[in-house]
């Protein structure tokens, strides 16, 4: 049932955006659900942010982060991402277990691991594909359901492959990385994932290109605080950098063309 909410709400997000509105009484016809349901479904996306009701209906809230094809991600901010992946590399120390979620600046990681020693759990498809042919990586994959659309899995049998697990260092990929609600992703389920990934885990890193600062997803990981460091390029807004410095979370410089900043 709750699969079925969540997949529900997700593809409510996607008609506002192709749409820009949808209206309750062509909701209640196309998924064959009461007014009440639909409602409820516009009162939780209210809540989290994401829409402004309207008389009879909503509309998306313009600054929302919206999931795009793990293939459009990828030639996204691309260099960026490959300047990332090299600079948190450098954070990995061999012989360490450490958690990849999955995105496309965390595969960029990935491809920069290949020669390590290390044990790697991941919800990443992608990302364990670039590590399938590491002779000295042990590749865990959390399983769970695989969404197609981003290559990643999630679940209750993800969460569940973390029980009684500890980990060194999880690198997190950020969907909307924002200063008032802090580090957002777009799938309700794997927000859920994130956050059992961080509980196991010793170290929070975050990696992620500027475009995503000031912008917001759809759910919530943990607020900016929680992580001890941020990997990103020379785009990060100043502000953003002082507030980071001033809570003792080191902020990393990843240039493009160097290996550290």
């Known amino acids: 049932m709750m699969k079925e909410t969540v997949e529900r709400r997700d593809d409510l997000i996607n008609r506002l ?21 639909i409602r409820n479904d516009l009162a939780y996306l209210e809540k ?112 569940d492959s973390l029980k009684n697990m500890h980990f060194d260092q999880f690198f997190l990929g950020v969907d909307g990385f924002d200063l008032n609600t802090g580090i957002t992703t777009y799938n309700e389920m794997e927000a859920r994932l994130n956050r059992r990934m961080c509980e196991v885990s010793q170290e929070i890193i975050a990696v992620t290109d500027s475009s995503k600062f000031d912008r917001r997803s759809v759910h919530a990981i943990c607020n900016i605080t929680d992580i001890s460091r941020l990997v990103t390029d020379p785009g990060i807004p100043d502000r953003y950098r002082e507030l980071l410095e001033q809570n003792h979370i080191e902020v990393i410089i990843a240039c493009e063309g160097s290996q550290k900043a």
């Open 17 to 37: 955006r192709n749409d820009g509105r949808i209206r309750v009484s062509e909701m209640v016809s196309h998924y064959g659900v009461s007014s009440v349901t």
């Open 48 to 159: 989290q942010g994401i829409i402004y009701r309207t008389r009879g209906g909503a509309i998306l809230k313009k600054q929302l982060v919206v999931e795009q094809p793990v293939n459009v991600k990828q030639q996204a901010n691309y260099s960026s991402k490959q300047a990332i992946g090299k600079v948190a590399a450098t954070l990995v120390r061999d012989d360490s277990n450490i958690i990849l979620d999955s995105g496309t600046t965390t595969f960029e990681l990935a491809r920069q691991l290949v020669d390590r020693r290390l044990l790697v759990m991941t919800n990443g498809l992608n990302v364990a594909r670039a590590l399938s042919s590491a002779d000295e990586i042990e590749v865990r994959v959390t399983g769970g359901t695989l969404r197609k659309r981003a290559e990643s899995f999630y679940g209750p049998h993800a969460e």
